[in-house]
Nanobody, 124 residues
Framework: QVQLVESGGGLVQAGGSLRLSCAAS????????MGWFRQAPGKEREFVAA????????YYDDSVKGRFTISRDNAKSTVYLQMNSLKPEDTAVYYC?????????????????WGQGTQVTVSS
C-alpha cells in the first residue's frame, strides 16, 4: 500500500512558478511509476506528467511540455512537479498518483493510488 500526500499548491499570478510535492508512505514507492493529474471545475481529470520508477523516463501532456518538470527522489519517497510560466488555464486541483506499473504512463486507469489533491490557482 502507498499513501500519497500533496503539498505546495496556492495562488500565483500568470507567468509565475510553483513546485508541488507528493510525499509517499510505503516501502514500494521506489518501484512505482508516478504521475501528476489535474481536474478543473466541470472537467474530467486529465494527465499532466509521469515518471518511471527509475526516473529515467518522463512523459508530458503537450499543454505543459517545456513549462512543467516532474522529478522524484526515491530516497525521500517524494515526487515533485515544478511548474513554470503558469497560465490561468493551469488552474485546477492537482493530484499525485502512483502505479504498480513502473513505466511513465498517461493512462489514468493504471494508477491505483491517489493523493487528496492540492489546489493551484493562476490569476490573470
Amino acid at each position: 500500500q502507498v499513501q500519497l500526500v500533496e503539498s505546495g499548491g496556492g495562488l500565483v499570478q500568470a507567468g509565475g512558478s510553483l513546485r508541488l510535492s507528493c510525499a509517499a508512505s510505503g516501502r514500494m514507492f521506489s518501484s512505482y511509476g508516478m504521475g501528476w493529474f489535474r481536474q478543473a471545475p466541470g472537467k474530467e481529470r486529465e494527465f499532466v506528467a509521469a515518471m518511471s520508477w527509475s526516473g529515467y523516463n518522463t512523459y508530458y501532456d503537450d499543454s505543459v511540455k517545456g513549462r512543467f518538470t516532474i522529478s522524484r527522489d526515491n530516497a525521500k519517497s517524494t515526487v515533485y512537479l515544478q511548474m513554470n510560466s503558469l497560465k490561468p488555464e493551469d488552474t485546477a486541483v492537482y493530484y499525485c498518483a502512483g502505479s504498480r506499473i513502473p513505466t511513465a504512463s498517461a493512462r489514468i486507469y493504471e494508477y491505483g493510488y491517489w493523493g487528496q489533491g492540492t489546489q493551484v490557482t493562476v490569476s490573470s
